[in-house]
């Protein structure tokens, strides 16, 4: 195949002459009238190779095309450093080249085309794209117009585009219409918006496999079908944490070249029940009331957060609670380890070969899934019991633009557990150094009011008596709003948005509802400290308060390939041959 693919000869870039080659692998060229200790050598990998066109062609900001004989313009992925965050951007790179004839143009263009196919199998060739108009700043539409339909087009991606006229209509499209054909679902929108995308897939997939969704013991089936993020939210959590920028384009360019990574995914339950579907945090107590807080300041945009947690901040509450996990074999990693998992990550992929041991054979696939879960764990759970002014739990390390390293800096996208951080009742001004931390390199473990736990799966309930004072709470807040119960439950469910599932039962459960809801809102509203806070799943306020929760290894797969180390790219741009595979790079 290598040898077919290979093509050489001279090519111009302007009025320089460069000698090119083809590998298959990899196109290179490098100046050809130059002493060798001066000459300058571009390498891109085939993989990373966006389109190639006939003719003098330009796409952003503007397309144009000067469709010329001799000519043919190859785009690819160049990265740059963010000035902002940790990853990388990835720009639209672009060469014209000239060659001495039209035949030697052709076979250019057909080699590099072909190469491109037989280098790249997991490029999409059709997405459904969801695009959110109300997200963040409400950009969503002109984003995706401007940014990234372009590229999608020079791609040679077709894509059906719809933007949504209300909350959960993708998760409800995904759930019942033809899937036919496409190979991803991209989304352009916030964590909310991906919510729903990874809700309708994650649903769809147990429902062709005939699998419970509701059952804690079951193990699911992965999405066949890859997820894209274009970020266009408040948060973009979900993006920051797997690409480690929120840029549209560089997201747009992942999803191009087809780029996979698996990502681990927390059922959340109540009873016998699912509730929803988490990748990013699952948070109690500080979290919880933030969101809940933040929910009647949605005018604000995304300020909303900072203001809510000011207000929650000085609010000083802490919650009772029992928590019980049970803990992932600490010989794999620990979130203390102070790793970050980047593009590549070795603890991700060993987890791949552990949970799928026998990929190509489905019947093995399961029965070593429902082992990990089997009874034989249940032995080794751990309980704790007290104060707590935070829960926290993550499958990654959630990291975004408020707090760059994250809830758990060390935490794994794909390696099959969560992080379950305990923040115990503390001094106020001990609980805002933990909360700054997020914001610095600082280790906001490092203090005694702190535990973080590598876990497979966590249960909360409330303290025995804690019922009670959850009735009081109910009745108060109909005192402080006089209105129906009905009422606030739709004001608390953002969007109404809850899972299916989970709303029926919401219906038949409505005094669980209650007990869970009213007094956080009773004591935001009355200034009155509740008994018991609120659940925050990845921005979605929960109607359960004692939840169990249980990490799916890879559930899921997006369409981009986690953290690339900034500093280790930049040392590769000094083109050694030892690292060609790992580094791609660009004068
Ligand atoms: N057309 C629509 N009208 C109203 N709500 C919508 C519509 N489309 C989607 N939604 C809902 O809007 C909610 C918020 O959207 P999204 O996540 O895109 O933005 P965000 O909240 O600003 O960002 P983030 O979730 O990152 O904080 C989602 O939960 C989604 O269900
Ligand atoms: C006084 C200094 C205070 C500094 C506090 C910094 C703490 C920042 C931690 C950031 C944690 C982000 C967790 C991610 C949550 C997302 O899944 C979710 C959906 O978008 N966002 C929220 O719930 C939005 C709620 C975000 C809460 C901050
Ligand atoms: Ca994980």
Known sequence: METDLRLESS????????????????????????????????????????????????????????????????????????????????????TQFSCPSRVLRDQWTNHLRTALKTHSPLRPHRLLVFINPFGGKKKGREIYHSLVAPLFELAGISSHVIVTERANQARDHLLKKDLTGFDGVVCVGGDGMFSEVLHGLIGRTQQEAGLCETDPAVTLQPCPLHIGIIPAGSTDCVCYATVGVIDPVSSALHIIIGDSQPLDVCSVHHASTLVRYSVSLVGYGFYGDVLAESEKHRWMGPLRYDYSGTVVYLSNRSYAGIVQYLPADPLLSSPKDKTRCLSGCNVCSRSTERLFP??????????????QYSNDSEGEWVSVEGRFRCVSITCMSSSCARSPLGLSPSAHLADGTGDLILVWDTHPLSFLKFLYRHTSTQDQFDLPFVEVHRVKAVRFSLPDGREEEVHEGIGELNRAIGGEEREYVDTVSRNGSQQQLAQSVVERETMNEHKTVAPILCGLCCKKTPAVSVWNCDGEILPFTEIFCRIHGQLVRLYARGIEDGAAMQNCSQESDKNKSRCITYK
Do not use: C, M
């Open 11 to 94: 090519l111009w870039i302007g009025n320089k002459r460069y000698r090119a080659v083809l590998t298959g692998w990899h196109l290179k060229w490098t100046e050809a009238d130059k002493k060798n200790g001066d000459k300058k050598t571009v390498s891109v990998p085939v993989a990373e190779v966006v389109g190639v066109e006939n003719g003098r062609v330009e796409i952003l900001p503007q397309k144009s095309v000067e469709d010329t004989d001799k000519d043919f313009t190859v785009f690819y992925i160049k990265r740059s450093r963010s000035r902002s965050t940790y990853g990388l951007l990835w720009n639209l790179g672009r």
């Open 358 to 371: 026998h990929t190509s054979d489905s019947g093995s696939l399961y029965s070593s899934h429902f082992s």
